[in-house]
């Protein structure tokens, strides 16, 4: 199932969904959104799937950002209309039932910064770069840079990055605690695909609470927070793969979990 700008391979349970524009440095133009929308939607209703890895075509690029060519002319109507339609398809993004993994091969500017940003992990190249440079466009972040990088690296962090453009290298960036590891540019793929193993192994249904348990915590008041995770944990030990899990553990032996 591969498009124009969109490349998918991996075995069935971590798949590699690859962002396929190397002669722009893979930026996202109108096109790219709406195939990584219905891709999205896609592998979210696919079973099969326990990890997506998200990385871009070619030595140089992650994704270099939004394509700037379509910003030319944009009313302000439709600038916020384009915002919030890049907003809703890193939403589905973050929202996937499994974990994903953003492979920052290159350059993750403006757009590109922001897609890693949605995803539940990010390992990054040595020689990567990160960064929102809109405002040497006049622009701000609008795919959701002002309110994740935030919540990933704090307010006062964020508002230098954000107000200056500047970017990160690999090793600022993990101890911003902005990527989860830096590794040498040659193994970047091997280093989301062990991680993508480590977590494809593991109970899906307990990844998808644990993940939303987290995020619902990072957005309430503690005790709301405490409210989910209870719930949550209710609804994880209705699961067969807990009965699963702990049967393996009791009779010792690895669990093999299903997903259900
Ligand atoms: N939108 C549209 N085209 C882009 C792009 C973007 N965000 N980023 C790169 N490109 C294009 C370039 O225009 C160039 O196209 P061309 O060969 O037809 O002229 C091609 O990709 C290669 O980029 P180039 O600038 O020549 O590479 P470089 O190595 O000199 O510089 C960057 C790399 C990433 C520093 C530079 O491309 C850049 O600053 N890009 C824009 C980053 C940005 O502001 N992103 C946020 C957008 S909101």
Redesign the pocket.
Known sequence: MNDQYLALSGTDAVRVLTITRP???N?LNRAMLAALAARLDALARDETLRVLIITGAGP??FV??????EFEGLTPDAATRYARDGQLVLDRLEGLPVPTIAAING?A???GCELALACTFRVMAETARLGL??T??G?IPGFGGTQRLARAIGRQQALELILTGRQVDAAEAVRLGLVLRAVPADQVMEAAQALGNQLAARAPLALRYAREAVAAGLDRPLADGLAVEARLFGLAAASADMREGVRAFLEKRHASFTGR
Not at 64 to 69: E, L
Request: hydrophobic share 45%.
């Open positions: 002669e722009k440095l930026a140089k690029a270099a950002g939004a394509d700037i060519s350059y500017l403006g757009g440079p809109e040497s466009l622009l």
